[in-house]
């Protein structure tokens, strides 16, 4: 995966809740200071758990309206998704292994 994939409102249904493997998502924006610390950190971690994950990003300012569907008032959010379903998700930057944990958890249901 060389870039996350940049999710839309015509895209989301059948890039994560369609997908059939779990999708990572980061919810961002471009004025979110720790948006821009985490973003490195997810991209790394779509191309470590390549094939088993996919990873996408959501820019809020954009697409205002998946924010309010999924309730999520503070950024930088990190939700993953299987099965169409949020199963685990976390607000504010974190370091590397904590959003590891999130991927291993999901990845040993």
């Keep these: 995966m060389a870039e996350p ?12 809740l369609k997908s059939d493997i779990p999708v990572m998502i ?3 924006a471009p004025w ?15 191309k470590k758990y390549e094939g088993k994950i996919k990873v996408g990003k959501v820019n809020l300012d954009e697409y205002p309206s998946i924010a309010a569907e999924y309730g999520i008032r503070s ?23 904590a959003f ?3 991927i291993e958890r999901v990845l040993a249901e």
């Design 32 to 46: 979110c200071g720790p948006c821009h610390m985490v973003s490195p950190i997810i991209e790394k971690l779509g």
């Design 75 to 97: 950024i930088p959010a990190i939700f993953i998704f299987k099965d169409g379903q949020v199963v685990e998700r976390t607000v504010g930057a974190q370091p590397e292994y």
């Design 5 to 16: 994939i940049k999710l839309t409102e015509e895209n989301f249904a059948s890039e994560v």
């Design 26 to 28: 980061d919810f961002w």
């Design 100 to 102: 590891a944990a999130m």
